[in-house]
């Protein structure tokens, strides 16, 4: 038989005490809820008194919505790096495959002509070539002379420690000193002087070595092809 006015159920208790024959007792029965989610709000949390209340996100629309756009938006971050799921692309060339070099930009002074060289034959960089055009070459260790011999000697100035130079109206090459001692062929160079260069002469910078080769001379000058 249905309770149609929600009264909890009676129990009758039998035996010797009759004071409750006809008792009623509450029958409370706990049923549980599924939980609800919650999102924990850190800095702006709403309070209700001094405590904390937990906001019910399950129907916000738009906090789903933003969620799923966040999920399926690419990482930003990643675009452009190599990872494990995006490698970066290994480019294979078979041998005697022709391989379009990178455009370079064009080096200083590529229009003024070669008149000489000079090639280090004994000392730190040896090997190593200069070419050099018309005027007052500087050579010494700083990048602001026109030849750089910077590959360790010490004993070479930074500043110039010598000088070689063309004169075209005679065709004919000097060598001259700074601070330092410069010797050419054996012979130490004079402080306030100059001296002939011959190509294929030596020349000797702290412990470098430089082999002075002639292009412009007696028999050949650009002045007079041009």
């Known amino acids: 038989m249905s309770n149609s006015n929600n009264i909890p159920p ?3 208790i039998r035996g010797n005490d009759t004071e409750g024959a006809t008792r009623k007792l509450d029958v409370e029965v706990e049923v549980e809820k599924p939980a609800k989610p919650t999102m924990k709000i850190d800095s702006d949390t709403p309070l209700r008194g001094d405590k904390s209340v ?13 969620a799923k756009q966040k999920a399926q938006a690419p990482d930003v971050k990643s675009e452009g790096k190599s990872s494990k799921a995006n490698p970066p692309k290994t480019t294979l060339y078979r041998p005697g ?5 990178e455009a370079t930009e064009p080096s200083e002074d590529t229009d003024a002509p070669v008149i000489g060289w000079l090639v280090i034959v004994d000392g730190p960089g040896k090997g190593k070539g200069f070419s050099f055009s018309y005027g007052d070459q500087s050579i010494g260790r700083g990048t602001e002379n026109s ?11 930074r500043e110039a420690h010598a000088n070689v130079m063309y004169d075209p109206q005679v065709k004919e090459f000097y060598l001259t000193r700074g601070g330092n001692n410069v010797y050419h062929q054996g012979n130490r160079v004079p402080g306030n002087g100059e001296v002939n260069l011959q190509s294929g002469d030596n020349i000797l910078l702290g412990g470098t070595t430089l082999k002075f080769v002639a292009l412009c001379g007696k028999d050949f000058d650009w002045n007079d092809t041009l």
């Open 10 to 12: 009676t129990r009758v």
């Open 54 to 66: 937990n906001v019910d996100i399950s129907k916000d629309t738009h906090f789903n919505s933003a």
């Open 97 to 101: 495959a022709i391989v379009e070099a």
């Open 147 to 157: 030849l750089v011999l910077d590959f360790g000697d010490t004993g070479i100035s």
